[in-house]
């Protein structure tokens, strides 16, 4: 299982990886977001842009919803980051390129990367192939959760000084954990130090998800079983403030994807939009 975890990383972070090279690509400028590092990470066959989910048309909405939270995120950061925080925790981090395409930004913080062994592994090589290096503000956090590995025992090994302030970002993640797992991790994460932010994106019920995009989100759904990540939680935005308040957060938002949409999407004429399906909460100690 390491052997083959550290051929490639998760599929659903290449697919991630990928999605961003093509709103590069393909999209009109002005993008709302820049990546392009993770498309030479990832190293995919030449005709990648022909694979099913790659549709640039049908997975528009997927496509714009990733650069979105993507850009949100940044944005949060940078604004932290402005506000004297110098540690920033990836969890779930995947083909993150934060470090590479914000250097002089990255200068300033310590980046935590946390994931999988073989994905920690297979990116650090990747990283050296490529000529850009593990620079030492960057820390990969190897955590085998399937063996049930203390995140948090790991990320303090690695250097984080859990009495001062971090922002947090755990995107794309949480509707592949149980309820159980999220609420724990919320737990442990409002122990922050004061001052401390958490972004987490989170998956909306049927229900409150547009009708339009029901179906691709239906498409998807079996997919990511048949992959071994089966989608196992979604929150309403009034369950998942509660959880953050429950868990001891003194602030908890929540921002609608549709906020994502206003925000950075208003003013295009080419149509892009991001689907409807994952919010953020934004909550703070």
Known sequence: MADE???????TAVRVALWRAMHV?????PH?????????L???DEGWRQRPDMDPHGTSGFRAAIVGRARFIEDLVAEQCGLGVAQYVVLGA???TFTQRRPESAARLRV???DQPGTQDWKRRRLVE???????????????????ADWWERLAAAGFDADRPAVVVCAGVSMYLTHDANVANLRRLAGLAPGSTLAMTFMLPAELIDAADRPAIDAIRPRAKAAGTPFRSFYTPK???ALARDAGFAQARHVPGTALAARYFADRTDGLRPSTGEDILVATT
């Open 94 to 96: 995947g083909l993150d």
């Open 32 to 40: 709302v977001f820049e990546d392009e590092v993770g498309l030479r």
């Open 5 to 11: 975890q550290a051929e490639v990383p998760d599929s």
């Open 112 to 114: 935590f990367e946390i």
């Open 130 to 148: 490529l000529g850009l290096g593990v620079p030492d503000s960057l820390r990969l956090v190897p955590v085998d959760f399937e063996a049930g």
């Open 239 to 241: 369950e998942i403030l």
């Open 25 to 29: 690509q393909i999209d009109a400028p």
């Open 42 to 44: 990832a190293a995919p």
